[in-house]
């Protein structure tokens, strides 16, 4: 995905990206454990970076384990 064209992603896009459910996306907000998001009038949107941040420190949390 190209930060620069679009620097925000969908709850759907972040669920597509991870190859997970929608409904997995909305828990990891309501359990504040998933990436940051941003409510944008009624829509939540993730920046692009913030995901990208998450995804490498899960990847660094489950070689820690």
């Known amino acids: 995905?190209?930060?620069?064209?679009?620097?925000?992603?969908?709850?759907?896009?972040?669920?597509?990206?991870?190859?997970?459910?929608l409904a997995t996306v909305y828990a990891w907000r309501y359990k504040r454990t998933g990436p940051a998001a941003v409510r944008v009038g009624r829509h939540l949107r993730y920046r692009v970076e913030a995901v990208e941040a998450w995804e490498v420190e899960q990847e660094r949390l489950s070689r820690a384990r």
């Open 1 to 21: 995905m190209a930060a620069a064209a679009n620097p925000w992603m969908t709850p759907d896009e972040v669920a597509e990206r991870f190859k997970v459910p």
